[in-house]
């Protein structure tokens, strides 16, 4: 059996929720998505956040194409992590589809990826949030959220 997660980050990668915000929204999160754990994960810079076996393809936010299956992504990804597999500098990079520039965060991750300081992660929740759990969740943190779900 396979190892299921959903996790949540502030879609500012570089945001870092404090200890007792944090600590709130964990506990928030592990009574209404009822999973068998729930903990904050903390890294000095932005950490990938990916949903494993549910990749199905990284595209351009632009044209579309497919910057997974040329292997641009993974050089692209390489070249920005550090020895820690942290992502200090997510800046704007030229494309090789079409020219434009784009961060590696900005890129189209289908299912939703992401990257993060502060990630909440949720091994086994029975529920998936519903729209009134993000509000009361971007309430508490202030500031938007991104959902992802991950399959290992
Ligand atoms: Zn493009």
């Given amino acids: 059996m396979s190892d299921y997660y959903i996790k ?6 570089y945001c870092r929720v404090p200890e007792n915000v944090a600590e709130k929204v964990r506990a928030y999160l592990e009574d ?3 999973a068998m ?3 904050v994960v903390v890294h000095e810079a932005p ?3 990916d949903c494993g076996g549910y990749l199905q393809k990284i595209s351009c936010p632009f044209c579309g194409s497919d910057l997974f299956a040329e292997g641009w992504w993974t050089d692209a990804m390489n070249a920005a992590a550090d020895s820690m ?27 939703p990826c992401g990257f993060a300081c502060t990630e909440f992660a949720l091994l086994y929740p029975r529920e998936r949030p519903r729209q009134e759990h993000i509000k009361e969740l971007e309430r508490m943190l202030g500031m938007q959220i991104r959902v992802i779900y991950a399959r290992y």
């Avoid at 949540?8 to 990668?13: E, G, L, N, Q, V």
């Avoid at 494309?95 to 965060?105: E, I, K, T, Y």
């Fill in 8 to 13: 949540i980050i502030p879609t500012d990668p």
């Fill in 37 to 39: 754990s729930a903990e």
């Fill in 32 to 34: 209404c998505m009822v």
């Fill in 47 to 49: 950490a990938f956040v």
């Fill in 85 to 111: 597999e942290l992502f200090a500098e997510l800046e704007e990079q030229e494309l090789p589809c079409c020219g434009r520039r784009a961060s590696l965060n900005d890129l189209q991750y289908d299912y």
